[in-house]
């Protein structure tokens, strides 16, 4: 598992490994779909326990009977199990971000074999076994207009290569890649493009959607300066570059220049999740 750098914030189970986020109208998105009633295996036993320490790292993984997080909240696990983008969530109560806790979730019997043969998508789904059973969550979805950023293939197309998949790692062949995430530096091996344009919403806090056609699994190499280091600099290029030894572009630079890619802001229909209702767990 990779950590997001902007703290504090969940570790991405096998990272970022479901469908990015897209602007629809209609039918519900296929990431928010309803699991209750698939071959996903329900957990025997769910504890939630309050974390006090506001300074610890929020992470998630996952074991061999079942998933754990510390230090997460709600809107972490909103997040991670529905796969949203901040727009696309509307209604939480302000203890949802800022109330903490430690879950322990574990299937028994058979439930463990087929918790093995799951994909990255559907384990993380699990998450939402604990928000319905514990925190109470009931939601519904709206469409609305929402800022977006539509991504093209720029003129003289793509500068990423096609991945060839290596035998030496083929826990990096699932399907969805795997990511190597540090400050204002991105490597990816093996996404679809639309896992790897849900990274970049993460980064720039906005849906994406992809017109660029691409329809391959592909490697991606990106470094940019973090918007706090270019705004230290106050417009100085040179101190841009001192700073932390860093003399990348911006990301939105970067994304053309270096992967071949324009994005251009729009305002398109966007599906969002609206939460009705969410309680904090009762103590025993």
């Not at 043969?117 to 076994?129: E, G, I």
């Amino acid at each position: 598992m990779h950590l997001k750098p902007k703290l504090p914030s969940i570790a991405y189970i096998a990272i970022l490994a479901t469908a990015g986020a897209s602007a629809q109208t209609g039918s519900v998105p296929a990431q928010w779909a309803d699991t209750s009633s698939s071959d996903i295996p329900r957990f025997d036993v769910i504890s939630v326990k309050p974390d006090n320490n506001p300074n610890a790292i929020s992470h998630a993984r996952v074991d061999a009977d079942g998933l754990g997080a510390e230090n997460v909240t709600v809107h972490m696990l909103l997040m991670e199990s529905y796969q949203l983008n901040e727009n696309q969530l509307v209604g939480e109560p302000s203890w949802a971000k800022t109330d903490r806790f430690d879950i322990e979730a574990k299937v028994a019997g058979p439930d463990v074999a087929k918790l093995a043969t799951l994909s990255t998508r559907d384990r993380r789904s699990m998450f939402r076994q604990v928000l319905s059973d514990q925190f109470h969550l009931t939601t519904h979805v709206e469409t609305r207009q929402l800022p977006v950023y539509v991504v093209t293939v720029a003129k003289g197309g793509p500068k990423f290569k096609q991945h060839v998949p290596d035998p030496a790692h083929p826990d990096h062949e699932n399907g969805s890649g795997w990511f190597n995430w540090s400050r204002g530096k991105l490597t990816a091996q093996g996404p679809a493009m639309s896992y790897f344009l849900y990274a970049l919403s993460l980064e720039l806090h906005r849906t994406f959607v992809d017109k660029t056609g691409l329809t391959g699994n592909y490697d991606f190499n990106l470094e940019w300066t973090p918007d706090d280091i270019a705004a230290s600099s106050d417009g100085n290029s040179s101190s841009a570059q001192s700073a932390e030894g860093n003399s990348a572009p911006s990301i939105f630079t970067a994304i053309q220049e270096q992967l071949g890619l324009k994005l251009k802001s729009a305002k398109v229909p966007v599906q969002v999740m609206v939460v009705d209702n969410v309680t904090r767990p009762t103590r025993d």
